[in-house]
């Protein structure tokens, strides 16, 4: 009765090389696929950057970012424009108080409220102002109490949509952001 106990305890040779192998063929896999993985998800991170970085210049343009002490210039309290400032070819934008109240950025009279930057390989390769490429390459969206409306402008002009494409240069995978005046954001 003994010799029979004993013979079935533990892992023979043969199934322990077996489960190594089925061990050692999943890291592979796993390891593989990891940076695939971890590409697309800083460029599915940095295409919702952009709509986050909207959404957040609406609200505070629309709601409630109360003027803090000369981020606005003169302006009274609560009547500060907030936007987002896009540049062709750029790996950020800049959310910035508009404190010059002329809807378009300017790095001397307004103030950047935040940098959202992604990797060298992440840019901005196409702004759309309405149908065509604005000229400039460049493209300001802003948001002003008490409309929820986006003010599209550059310095050629306003615009009544905006798209601004995002694209990874390790993968080519591409990304769309549309903006339109009546301040819906969609991503694409």
Do not use: H
Request: hydrophobic share 40%; charged share 10%.
């Amino acid at each position: 009765m003994n010799k029979r106990t004993s013979k079935f305890r533990g892992f023979t040779l043969i199934e322990l090389l077996v489960s190594i192998g089925i061990f050692t063929i999943m890291t592979g896999i796993v390891l593989a696929n990891y940076r695939g993985y971890n590409t697309n998800a800083l460029f599915s991170n940095a295409s919702e950057d952009i709509v986050l970085a909207l959404r957040q210049a609406q609200v505070y343009g629309v709601g409630v970012k109360k003027n803090v002490t000369g981020i606005c210039g003169g302006l009274s309290e609560f009547d500060c424009s907030y936007g987002v400032y896009f540049s062709q070819g750029a790996n950020s934008i800049i959310i910035f108080a508009d404190a010059d109240n002329n809807q378009v950025y300017t790095s001397s009279g307004d103030s950047i409220v935040e940098t959202v930057s992604w990797g060298n390989s992440i840019s901005i390769t196409g702004l759309l102002c309405g149908t065509f490429a604005c000229v400039p390459s460049t493209a300001n969206v802003t948001f002003k109490r008490p409309s929820p409306d986006a003010f599209i402008v550059n310095s050629a002009g306003s615009y009544s949509a905006l798209s601004v494409t995002l694209q990874d240069a390790n993968t080519g995978k591409t990304a769309i952001v549309n903006i339109t005046n009546a301040g819906q954001i969609s991503l694409q």
